[in-house]
Nanobody
Framework: QVQLVESGGGLVQAGGSLRLSCAAS????????LAWFRQAPGKERNILAT????????YYPDSVKGRFTISRDNDKNTVYLQMNSLKPEDTATYYC????????????????????WGQGTQVTVSS
């Protein structure tokens, strides 16, 4: 059973940056496809970024492309989300997710594709 713990959230002004971290406590981290999602109150959970086991495949929706960057450090069992040029509409709870079921060059882009989730970290962007 993999446990994921996010950190790095907080309050930031519009235009600022944050780096989120998600550490895995168990399992073979390199065997997991990873992703970041976010969810605002009353809204569905939306994909922000994915990274495959190979690291060669990464996905970003248009809403964050060019502003957010996902990376992973298998030696540290950690996945990161660097967020730049933050906007008030980026305010949400941010979740990392992992699955061992994806193929080497693929990472799912929907929540149902993931088996393990962190507890979430709040990001608030003030205008």
């Amino acid at each position: 059973q993999v446990q994921l713990v996010e950190s790095g959230g907080g309050l930031v002004q519009a235009g600022g940056s944050l780096r989120l971290s998600c550490a895995a406590s168990a399992g073979t981290f390199s065997s997991y496809a990873l992703a970041w999602f976010r969810q605002a109150p009353g809204k569905e959970r939306n994909i922000l970024a994915t990274i495959s086991r190979s690291e060669s495949s990464r996905y970003y929706p248009d809403s964050v492309k060019g502003r957010f960057t996902i990376s992973r450090d298998n030696d540290k069992n950690t996945v990161y989300l660097q967020m730049n040029s933050l906007k008030p509409e980026d305010t949400a709870t941010y979740y990392c997710a992992a699955t061992p079921r994806a193929t080497y060059y693929y990472a799912p882009t929907v929540p149902s594709g993931y088996d393990y989730w962190g507890q979430g970290t709040q990001v608030t962007v003030s205008s």
